[in-house]
T-cell receptor
């Protein structure tokens, strides 16, 4: 059974700092991995999707890497801003003969302070 | 304005009552999903549907039921058999099985 872990559970940094969020998964037979952002009481917004054949994806100040063999992904946020404060979730997708099933981590709650 | 809508934003359930959460999408997506989110836990899949008139149980389907009579709609009923229904419920949809899932704003269910 796939298990996804995110460390740390919470993180507080000063504005402008570069930071790394970690995601690990137990079964390397994944189709792809996705990073989401969730604001309090809201739905999820997709940030980056990395296919299993890719090593990294970039979007603006965000860079996500994937090391499938070791079961790890990182989300790098450059020059953090207070507007980046949110919970960041990673999810791995495995096609299991039917359905587009995502297994989610528990998230990292990020606070960027002025 | 394309997207996924969920209603209501907050829902209160009395003991022994069935309640239905609405999820509608106008993205012309074939697949739709229901997740439950509890504090300190990741999202868990309740039910999913790959096509109209077809749906499958997810990891925690007990105490829930769904229907998929129309492509754009995937309502979730929380039955009285669900003993711990208090949670944040998220609906999602995707174009196909391999595509990114897009999420609605969520419904928070509380028990009176």
């Amino acid at each position: 059974k796939q298990e996804v872990t995110q460390i740390p559970a919470a993180l507080s940094v000063p504005e402008g700092e570069n930071l790394v969020l970690n995601c690990s998964f137990t079964d390397s037979a994944i189709y792809n991995l996705q990073w989401f952002r969730q604001d309090p009481g809201k739905g999820l917004t997709s940030l980056l999707l990395i296919q299993s054949s890719q090593r990294e994806q970039t979007s603006g100040r965000l860079n996500a890497s994937l090391d499938k063999s070791s079961g790890r992904s990182t989300l790098y946020i450059a020059a953090s801003q207070p507007g980046d404060s949110a919970t960041y979730l990673c999810a791995v997708r495995r096609l299991t003969g039917g359905g587009n099933k995502l297994t989610f981590g528990t998230g990292t709650q990020l606070k960027v302070e002025l | 304005d394309g997207g996924i809508t969920q209603s209501p934003k907050y829902l209160f359930r009395k003991e022994g009552q069935n309640v239905t959460l609405s999820c509608e999408q106008n993205l012309n997506h074939d697949a739709m999903y229901w997740y439950r989110q509890d504090p300190g836990q990741g999202l868990r899949l309740i039910y999913y549907s790959q096509i109209v008139n077809d749906f499958q149980k997810g990891d925690i389907a007990e105490g829930y039921s769904v229907s998929r009579e129309k492509k754009e709609s995937f309502p979730l009923t929380v039955t009285s058999a669900q003993k711990n229904p208090t949670a944040f419920y998220l609906c999602a949809s995707s174009l196909g099985q391999q595509e990114t899932q897009y999420f609605g704003p969520g419904t928070r269910l509380l028990v009176l």
